[in-house]
C-alpha cells in the first residue's frame, strides 16, 4: 500500500522518518561529547537521529521523548536495535526532568533539544502544519487538543491578530485576522490551502525569492496550538534541574523566537546578562554563583555544505552550555525572556 492518507500509521510514520535528516548532527555529538557510561535526554526524538549519533558515539544510555504519535510508532524499530540503552517516552520535553525520574534517572549527563516543527511533519500534508499541500488544518504534534482549525473558528479577530504579531513576528497581523472574520462568518476556515490562499489575497502574492506570505501565520498558530514557547523554556529549566555538574545543554533552533529565548535563558543562568530593568535596583540575589557555563557565544551555524544538501538547515543556530555546581533556580521573568504562552493572549 502506498504511504498516504490512508496508509497505516506505522508503514507512514516509519517513511516519513526515513526522509528526515538531522541538523548539524556533527556539531551536536561535539557539543555533547558523549562517554561510555553517560546517559542523555534527548527531549525531541522525532526520527532519532541525534539519539542514534549518541548511542553509536560510545557505550551510552538514551531516554528520548517525543509527543507525535507518529514519531513513537516509527521509533520503534531504533528502540529494538539499540536495547536495553534506549527507551523512547510518550511525552512533553518540558517535563523532561520528571520523565527521566520516572524511568529510574534522576540526573543525566546530558540534554540535546532541537526546537520546532520536523521533517517529518511538514511532509505529511494531513499534518496540517504545511501549506505547500492541502491537508486538514491541525498542527497538532501530540494530535490532542484544540486544531489550529479549532483556534481559527473560536478566537476573537484579535486573539488571532495578537497570536499572529507575537508569535509569527506578522506585521499585518490585523488586516490578516480581520479577512479570517470576514471568510468565517459564512464559511469555516479548515484546510491548509483555504487558510494560504485567504492570507496571499490579505497580503498580495511574494516577490521573486520571498517567502510565501502565508509563512508566518502558520509558524504562529503552529506555535500557538503546541504552546512551542511555553515547553522551551519549561524545557530549559528542567534540564538545569536534572543535569550533573559538568552536564552538557545543546539546544539548536530555526528561528528568532525561540533562539532569543535560549540565548536570554543560558544569559541569566550564566551571571552575563540579567533580565531585570537597569533601572531597577539590583536584586537580592545579583551576587548568586552562576549556573550555566557558556561554552559558544555565538551560535554556531551550518556549513555551507549541509545547507547545499538540506535546505532546511538554512536557518539552524546550535548554543551550548555546560552546567555548574550552583543549585537549580527557576527562570527570571518569561516576558523578559521572550516566552509567550497561548493563555496569556488567550484571556483578551
Given amino acids: 500500500m502506498m504511504a498516504g492518507r490512508g496508509a497505516p500509521l506505522g508503514e507512514r510514520a516509519t517513511k516519513a522518518a526515513a526522509r528526515h535528516i538531522p541538523v548539524m548532527l556533527d556539531e551536536v555529538v561535539a557539543a555533547l561529547a558523549p562517554r561510555d557510561g553517560e546517559t542523555f535526554i534527548d527531549g525531541t526524538f522525532g526520527a532519532g537521529g541525534y539519539t542514534s549519533a549518541i548511542l553509536d558515539a560510545a557505550d551510552t544510555r538514551v531516554i528520548a521523548i517525543d509527543r507525535d504519535p507518529h514519531a513513537l510508532v516509527a521509533g520503534a524499530t531504533l528502540v529494538e536495535a539499540y536495547a536495553p ?89 490585523r488586516a490578516i485576522a480581520r479577512a479570517i472574520g470576514r471568510v468565517r462568518a459564512d464559511t469555516p476556515i479548515t484546510t491548509t490551502r483555504q487558510l494560504a490562499g485567504l492570507v496571499q489575497r490579505t497580503l498580495g502574492r511574494a516577490k521573486g525569492d520571498d517567502k510565501h506570505p502565508a509563512t508566518r501565520t502558520f509558524q504562529a498558530l503552529r506555535i500557538y496550538v503546541n504552546d512551542e514557547l511555553g515547553q522551551l523554556i519549561d524545557a530549559l529549566a528542567a534540564a538545569e534541574r536534572c543535569l550533573k555538574p559538568d552536564g552538557r545543554l545543546v539546544v539548536v533552533t530555526f528561528h528568532s523566537l525561540e533562539d532569543r529565548i535560549v540565548k536570554r535563558f543560558l544569559a541569566d543562568a550564566s551571571g552575563r546578562a540579567p533580565t531585570r530593568s537597569r533601572h531597577l535596583p539590583p536584586s537580592a540575589d545579583a551576587d548568586v554563583a552562576p549556573r550555566f557555563r557558556i561554552v559558544n557565544q555565538r551560535p554556531l551555524t551550518p556549513s555551507v555544505q549541509e545547507i547545499a544538501a538540506n535546505p532546511r538547515a538554512r536557518s539552524a543556530r546550535l548554543r551550548a552550555a555546560e552546567r555548574t555546581t550552583a543549585q537549580a533556580a527557576p527562570p527570571s521573568d518569561e516576558a523578559a525572556l521572550g516566552v509567550v504562552r497561548p493563555e496569556n493572549l488567550a484571556r483578551r
Fill in 85 to 173: 540503552r534506549l527507551k523512547l517516552i510518550d511525552g512533553a520535553f518540558g517535563d523532561l526532568d520528571q520523565i527521566a525520574a520516572d524511568a529510574g534517572t534522576a540526573t543525566v549527563d546530558g540534554v540535546v533539544l532541537d526546537i520546532g516543527v520536523s521533517s517529518m511533519q511538514i511532509d505529511e500534508a494531513d499534518r496540517g502544519f504545511s501549506f505547500m499541500a492541502d491537508g486538514p488544518l491541525d498542527m497538532r504534534m501530540s494530535q490532542s487538543g484544540p486544531s489550529a482549525a479549532d483556534v481559527l473558528r473560536d478566537a476573537s479577530e484579535e486573539v488571532i491578530a495578537d497570536i499572529l504579531y507575537h508569535l509569527g513576528e506578522e506585521r499585518r497581523s
